[in-house]
């Protein structure tokens, strides 16, 4: 069963095509790694799963829903929801006010700007669950841009948990990463994907190959080679264009 697709996905500048017929499936529940050397094209096909671009040709589908040609902010809607490279958060606030206020944009609720937040108690209460999800159960009052690299990211994690996604989208989520912190976030995206699919864009190939159900390698905007983490390692083509032997000794 396929939860999420793109069929034929082509994005062009001026005489590059940056995305070239790029056609990928996610079923539910798994996590689907896209690797590929700087430069492949990921970057812009995550712009266009999302919605920061729009596609030249091609289809986008989740859970039977053309995402094509549907603005980021419906895409959201329709159950996906993205992490990007660099963290998205209002530093200077709590952690607690950050998640309250990603789960009032997405569930609706009132919403007085100069007001308090902290006496709705749904909102609170699901702020508090979506911490302590992503490990930061402890951290509610913490100003976001105090907590470490690595609990940034699990809160970025959080904020897109608020809109309850089918397929979330992880744009390098252990870049910068130390040992420790890249343990954790792996351990994360483990139980994330009882809920729901992952696609994962990534450079760190021990995470990839820990998590991965499937892996697609994109090369010059095209998909080179699709398939199970030990189809792609032994896979010659991607061997010499990407992984090396070091990666796959």
Partial sequence: MTL?????????????????????????????????????GKSTL???????????????????VDLTRMPPHKRV??????CFQVTNLFKGASVRSNLMLAV???????FVPLGRR????????????????????GELDRIAGSLPHGAQRQLDVALALA???????????????????SA????????LRRDMAILLIEHDMDAVFRLADRVSVLVYGKVLASG???????????????LGSEAVA
């Fill in 104 to 110: 009032q944009s997405h569930r609706g609720s009132s």
């Fill in 163 to 181: 809109a309850d996604p089918k397929l979330l989208l992880l744009d390098e989520p252990m870049a910068g990463m130390g040992p420790d912190e």
């Fill in 4 to 40: 999420f697709s793109t069929r034929g996905l082509v994005k062009q500048f001026g005489r590059l095509r940056a995305t070239d017929e790029v056609s990928i499936e996610v079923a539910p529940n798994e996590v689907h790694a896209l690797i590929g050397p700087n430069g492949a």
């Fill in 228 to 242: 199970t983490a030990e189809q792609i390692k032994s896979h010659p083509e991607v061997q010499a264009v990407y």
């Fill in 184 to 191: 954790r976030m792996v351990e994360l995206i483990q139980q």
């Fill in 118 to 137: 902290d006496g709705e108690a749904e909102l609170a209460e699901r702020a508090a669950a979506l911490a302590a999800r992503v490990g930061l159960g």
């Fill in 46 to 64: 995550v712009n266009l799963i999302s919605g920061m671009l729009p596609a030249d040709g091609g289809s986008i589908v989740l859970d039977g």
């Fill in 77 to 82: 809607r329709a159950g996906l929801s993205r």
